[in-house]
């Protein structure tokens, strides 16, 4: 038997794989393969291909743990579920009648889960917490929420008939957001423009018709040029300007202050270059510039995504043919936006989440200012896309659960979300988990997350459940999985911890439906008798795309246009307009600039470093250098070094790299030691190698609309360890 639909979570791309089921019923003897084993359709990668032998682990979590010891001290006993369940529920309540249903806050990785089919917001509503976490706030659902104030929603590169692609510092490859590697080497071969961005001359640039080598975190200013060689030489779609658009006047008084002296003094780049590229952009139309974490991560972040979204909008690339393309939802599937039920939330409630006053971007504000909007062009007052609608501040609730401030929360659940190391300053977010009085961690393993956690509960993978994926609500097109392996006896699903708490906390009316397998027949009655027959005929679902939609709806906007000049941003206090914050003053302590973030292949985020086939590939965290750095350092090839900020430091060893610029120290994300045994004070080596311990939140490293930290263009040093 074959299991031809399944959708890989090893990252957050979800490749569709084939994986078959053994004889033995083993998750270890499952062989998984690419669908399509062409050269750029192989839409597979290492991860994908050894995962088995990570669900397989003899350390994966296969029953309830309870904590009997200290917190980090890694003692544990077994308990059933009911014992758990009834346990933490009992706990919550007490939390939620002493402090508010507020005191609960949840972070979650979806994209690990898989089958959360909106259980967890939409418990959280219905008890009445606002105070939902995820990394999304700081990669691809903060974008998300960002372009909804310009145009309404977040749009989706057409790959298949583009003429140029821009990656900002993005850098795809053959296993690392594997499909879209595979789609920007198909539009190269069909004769694509490829611009990149990077500081480090990655495999990308080295395949670029043009690379603009600017500076960690100048994005916005570099943006800026481009719409000043783009405007002044009216090279943007005038009738698309005049018709669909409001602001174009203030905003081209606002480019104007950037001409590109100015620009090239901030990136780094030559001003004939920053043309060049331009008008490469504006010229060889449609051209896309798909989704990058790298501004995502920036103190500019919000002007930097806003101004990719005008060079969109005024070259009249929105919703064209391969240009890029407002998916909207599936109209024939129930969306999980709909499963979430925002709508039950309290306005009071609602105005206690955390961080919303102060950087609104992704909170209930920004998208209550846009629900009558949005209802009229998508049906959904509160579209939920890539996740990153109506979510708390993640710096703002780590200060609520250290500090009490505004109010105190007392109660965390993790969800495949290793969050001690998945936001800025891990030394608030330890803090905030030690104040807490339950903390619940729903896992595959004793993360250095879970290992400060009073219950560690069994989580399903992959391989083990069914799932129904649009790109968390980004994209219209519905892809199916189907479950290859039973999951060991204990190993749940999301849905199922979500139900047993609901049923246990007096709110089971809100879930009707009895398991994740009800739940997804409920989705897909439109189409199918049940979940099993349409995921047989159905691995990919998908309407014929639409183009101009606007042209019979308008924009999801308050004014139905695209909104260079934001009025939602001007309500909230804010600059209408997108803007250049210069960086804080150097500090001669810490002469160089460190860039966070270099993309792995054999892991992705803080998973996988447990798999012997992946791990034997990358043993230790590696820190790039420039060799004239190094030379500076005296530092050797492979040699351990300390690479420290005002925050704090972490050890890596050196890789010296003729690739990097001079100045510039890049770190992947992520790191800790599995095999290191717990209660030894570093948390499996979390306080050695994570970077999390190194990003700074304070206000000059925060971008001021989303909250969001400055990972890219902190200042640091370095020394050898044994100096």
């Known amino acids: 038997m074959t299991a031809n639909h399944v959708l890989c979570s090893g990252c957050d791309i979800y490749c569709q794989v084939a994986a078959q089921t053994p004889a033995s019923g083993d998750v270890a003897d499952v062989v998984v393969k690419a669908t399509d084993p062409r050269p750029l359709r192989a839409n597979i990668c290492m991860k994908g291909v050894h995962a088995p032998e990570g669900f397989a682990h003899p350390s994966r979590v296969t029953r309830p743990l309870k904590r009997i010891g200290a917190r980090g001290e890694g003692r544990w006993e077994e308990v059933s579920w009911d014992t758990a369940m009834d346990d933490i529920a009992s706990r919550l309540k007490a939390i939620v009648a002493r402090h508010g249903p507020e005191a609960l806050a949840v972070s979650t990785s979806q994209w690990n889960t898989q ?5 967890g917001r939409r418990f959280m509503n219905h008890l009445g917490s606002p105070n939902w976490i995820s990394g999304v706030a700081m990669c691809a659902g903060n974008t998300a929420a960002v372009n909804r104030p310009v145009y309404g929603w977040y749009p989706y590169p057409d790959y298949t008939a583009t003429n140029c692609n821009v990656l900002f510092g993005h850098n795809p490859k053959p296993h690392s957001w594997t499909p879209i590697h595979n789609a920007i080497r198909r539009a190269q071969q069909n004769g694509a423009k490829l611009i990149v961005l990077d500081p480090r001359r990655s495999e990308n640039a080295e395949q670029a018709d043009l690379w603009l080598r600017l500076r960690p975190g100048t994005d916005a200013a570099m943006c800026f040029g481009w719409l000043k060689v783009i405007l002044d030489e009216e090279l ?10 409001t602001g174009f006047d203030e905003l081209k ?32 139309g449609p051209s896309v510039i798909p989704w990058t974490p790298i501004t995502d991560q920036q103190r500019n972040s919000t002007s930097a995504i806003r101004l990719m979204t005008t060079l969109r909008a005024v070259c009249g690339y929105l919703d064209v043919r391969g240009g890029e393309v407002f998916h909207g939802f599936h109209p024939d599937v129930v969306t999980e936006t709909e499963l979430e039920c925002h709508h039950v939330l309290a306005p009071a409630q609602r105005d206690k989440q955390l961080g919303a006053k102060e950087h609104p971007v992704f909170t209930y504000r920004a998208a209550e200012a846009l629900a009558e909007a949005s209802e009229r062009v998508w049906g959904h007052a509160l579209p939920n896309i890539v996740s990153g609608a109506c979510m708390a501040v993640p710096s703002a609730v780590f200060r609520a659960m250290a500090d009490s401030d505004p109010y105190p929360v007392r109660a965390f659940f993790s969800l495949g979300n290793n969050t001690l190391m998945s936001f800025a300053n891990m030394q608030l977010i330890h803090r905030a988990l030690m104040a807490q009085e339950l903390i619940v961690a729903v896992e595959h393993f004793r993360t250095p997350t879970a290992q400060l956690a009073d219950y560690i509960l069994p989580g399903d993978a992959w391989l083990e459940r069914d799932c129904l ?14 479950k290859v392996v039973e999951p060991p006896e204990d190993c749940r699903s999301v849905y199922d911890f979500w139900r047993d708490l609901a049923i246990r906390m007096g709110i089971a009316d809100a879930f009707p439906w009895h398991n994740n397998s009800d739940i997804l027949d409920y989705r897909v009655r439109k189409l199918a008798p049940s979940f099993d027959e349409f995921a047989d005929t159905h691995p990919i679902h998908m309407r014929p795309l639409e183009f101009k939609k606007y042209e019979k709806t308008g924009f999801a906007t308050p004014s139905g246009k695209v909104e260079l000049a934001s009025s939602i941003l001007e309500g909230f206090g804010f600059d209408p307009l997108p803007y250049w914050r210069d960086a804080p003053p150097p500090n001669p302590d810490y002469p160089l600039t460190l860039f966070m973030g270099v993309r792995e292949d054999e892991y992705f985020q803080t998973g996988h470093r447990h798999v012997a086939s992946l791990r034997n590939r990358r043993p230790e965290p590696l820190a790039f250098l420039s060799i004239a750095d190094a030379a500076d350092h005296a530092i050797k090839e492979g040699e351990e070094i300390e690479i420290e900020t005002p925050q704090g430091r972490v050890l890596m060893k050196a890789a010296i790299r003729d690739d990097m610029p001079d100045g510039v120290v890049r770190i992947p994300h992520g790191w800790w030691l599995p095999e290191r045994p717990e209660g030894d004070g570093t948390l499996s080596g979390a306080w050695d190698h994570s970077d999390a311990q190194i990003c700074p939140d304070d206000p000059d490293h925060l971008d001021r609309e989303q909250g969001i930290p400055h990972l890219k263009g902190i200042s640091c040093r370095l020394r050898r360890t044994g100096a």
């Not at 202050?257 to 008008?279: H, K, N, Y």
């Not at 994926?469 to 189907?482: E, K, L, P």
């Open 236 to 245: 943007y779609d005038a009738d698309f300007v005049a018709r669909w658009t």
């Open 253 to 284: 008084a606002r480019v104007d202050e950037f001409p590109l002296d100015r620009v090239a003094e901030i990136t780094g780049v030559a001003p004939d270059l920053i043309a060049e590229a331009a008008r490469v952009y504006a010229t060889s």
């Open 469 to 482: 994926s649009d790109s968390f609500g980004w994209t219209a097109i519905m892809r199916s999985s189907q």
């Open 115 to 119: 089958t959360d089919n909106g259980a």
